[in-house]
T-cell receptor
Framework: EDQVTQSPEALRLQEGESSSLNCSYT??????LFWYRQDPGKGPEFLFT???AGEEKEKERLKATLTKKESFLHITAPKPEDSATYLC??????????FGKGTSLLVTP | GAGVSQSPSNKVTEKGKDVELRCDPI?????LYWYRQSLGQGLEFLIY????????KSGLPSDRFSAERTGGSVSTLTIQRTQQEDSAVYLC????????????FGDGTRLSIL
């Protein structure tokens, strides 16, 4: 059975303090790993798809990387508007994504 | 263009009642998904529709849950004889076709069972 574990559960950063979020996964035959951002009361918003180990994707202050066992979402010089819950999901078998519980990020001024 | 639209945004009902939740996907998207998000839990897959193919119902938690998709567009998730454990946010997503295409989510229906 596919498993996705995200850490930490919650993270508090000062504005400008860079850090990384972790997504560890167990899946038989990874076909894709996805990162989403979710704001309170809203649906998840798509950020990145990674397909194979070694792949990297960037968008503004965010950079996602992938190895054979985990993915990292690096946040460089975060701003308060980056505060949100970040969700990781994997596509292994079947037709649906398997989501982790998310990392709640708070960036303070 | 318009995103995924879900209605109602909030629903409060009594235990034992039936509820219907609606999802309008992005025009042209053939794949449609329903998920459930409970407090402190990850998104839980419920059901997947792809075009005119038979839906993947493997995530439905009990036979009280059912869903249909009419004309390859609008979908309705029905929960019969609601229980308190059904309280959650029900999210709908659509994508162009395959699972690896980015899924675009609606803002969900927050269901509260009294």
């Amino acid at each position: 059975e596919d498993q996705v574990t995200q850490s930490p559960e919650a993270l508090r950063l000062q504005e400008g303090e860079s850090s990384s979020l972790n997504c560890s996964y167990t899946v038989s035959g990874l076909r894709g790993l996805f990162w989403y951002r979710q704001d309170p009361g809203k649906g998840p918003e798509f950020l990145f798809t990674l397909y194979s180990a070694g792949e990297e994707k960037e968008k503004e202050r965010l950079k996602a990387t992938l190895t054979k066992k985990e993915s990292f979402l690096h946040i460089t010089a975060p701003k308060p508007e980056d505060s949100a819950t970040y969700l990781c999901a994997v596509w292994g078998s079947g037709y649906a994504l398997n989501f982790g519980k998310g990392t709640s990020l708070l960036v303070t001024p | 263009g318009a995103g995924v639209s879900q209605s109602p945004s909030n629903k409060v009902t009594e235990k034992g009642k039936d509820v219907e939740l609606r999802c309008d996907p992005i025009s042209g998207h053939t794949a449609l998904y329903w998920y459930r998000q409970s407090l402190g839990q990850g998104l839980e897959f419920l059901i997947y529709f792809q075009g005119n193919s038979a839906p993947d119902k493997s995530g439905l938690p009990s036979d009280r849950f059912s869903a249909e998709r009419t004309g390859g567009s609008v979908s309705t998730l029905t929960i019969q004889r609601t229980q308190q454990e059904d309280s959650a946010v029900y999210l709908c997503a659509s994508s162009l076709d395959r699972v690896d295409q980015p899924q675009h989510f609606g803002d969900g229906t927050r269901l509260s069972i009294l």
